[in-house]
């Protein structure tokens, strides 16, 4: 999973990546205009894993993954001409979703390139280059299907074309409209139709509001026009980067003295988990309590090949039982004695936080 971080020049969007990766890359208040991909990976935040490694005591704990991958170099036009650069929409193509960091706080340390802080209008400039990047690619394949179909008369893929150009014609619409194309309701063949262009606005996005270390985290004072399909979470940037630059015991004393649960960070992680629809099933045992990410709907043979290809050829049931009726039991033995762990086959929808035990032969 890759989620590509993006926010106009002094967004405080690599303040945020050095957050979260517990990165050191520089920050600088002025942008060169070179597109640059600094990539790090960290631990998805789950409660669960701990307490099963708890349980169990294993040699090893495996956390799920994501990707962040800090995109400089984007910058808005103000204008209506294709801005996005081969490389840079290269660069935000290879992402599966977008954590837009958008500025809400005011620092003179800090000076905003338009001169004053304004969180709706450069929310809606950077997202504004994306549907104009995504409308000229629309645009120009358009183009070439009106061509093919005129000249070209009858032949084979005719019905195909034909289907992508109207679907293409409803997406044309939708974003001279400056919708989005991830708030269209899509049907499963529309969205097959899609899956060779890499659209950015069908891109799930997290807006991720930087409000300062005293500001506001009611995000719905800010008024941003967003996506229904859309989340946004408050953060305190530079707290968040003092907090996750700290040992672990110091920052659990930091959190615990300012009443905070956790930081906003592991929150954040996790929305970007949900949004694009992952969820997480684990093994354990004595050498390894893992988590493993799968889509949601994701069925048991399909989560055994997540783990091995082997497991996957050779499946013959998977032993289940849920993370909650685990933990009431104790042990994966009383969980058996009370009947919570079942037997399924290929086709049973793995549930979020299922431990999975799988049968197989190859």
């Known amino acids: 999973m890759q989620i590509g971080i993006v926010g106009l020049p002094n967004s405080t969007k690599t303040t945020l990546f050095n957050a979260l990766t517990h990165s050191q890359v520089e920050t600088t208040l002025t942008s060169s205009g070179k597109v640059e991909v600094h990539t790090a990976s960290v631990e998805v935040p789950d409660r669960r894993v701990d307490v099963l490694t708890e349980l169990f005591k294993p040699r090893k704990t495996t956390h799920a993954r994501v990707q962040y991958n800090d995109v400089a170099g984007l910058k808005a036009s103000g204008g209506t001409e294709r801005t996005l650069s081969g490389q840079l929409l290269n660069a935000l193509s290879q992402n599966d979703a977008l954590l837009h960091v958008v500025r809400a706080f005011e620092d003179e340390k800090i000076p905003h390139p338009e001169g004053n802080v304004d969180a709706v209008r450069d929310f809606a400039a950077l997202e504004f280059e994306f549907l104009i990047s995504d409308l000229g690619i629309v645009e120009r394949r358009l183009e070439r299907l009106s061509h093919d179909l005129d000249r070209k008369g009858s032949y084979p893929e005719r019905d195909l074309d034909q289907a992508e150009m109207d679907l293409l014609e409803k997406l044309r619409v939708a974003l001279e409209n400056e919708q989005p194309i991830r708030s269209l309701d899509l049907s499963e063949r529309e969205k097959r139709l899609l899956k060779g262009f890499q659209f950015l606005t069908a891109k799930p996005e997290l807006i991720a509001l930087n409000v300062g270390d005293d500001g506001s985290e009611d995000a719905g004072k800010f008024g941003l026009r967003v996506s229904r399909t859309d989340k946004i979470v408050c953060l305190h940037g ?69 783990i091995h290809s082997d497991l996957a050829r050779g499946f013959i049931r998977a032993e289940v039982v849920s993370y909650q009726d685990l933990i009431k039991a104790g042990s994966l033995g009383e969980a058996r004695k009370r009947g919570k762990l079942r037997l399924e086959g290929k086709e049973y929808l793995v549930q979020d936080g299922d431990i999975l035990n799988i049968r197989f032969n190859v």
């Open 238 to 306: 530079a707290l968040e980067m003092e907090i996750s630059q700290l040992p672990q015991e110091d920052a659990d004393l930091f959190l615990s003295e300012y009443g905070i649960q956790e930081p906003g960070l592991n929150r954040m992680i996790r929305l970007n988990y949900e949004l694009l629809g992952l969820q997480s099933f684990f093994t354990v045992g004595e050498d390894e309590v893992r988590a493993w990410t799968i889509p949601q709907g994701a069925t048991a043979v399909e989560a055994a090949g997540v």
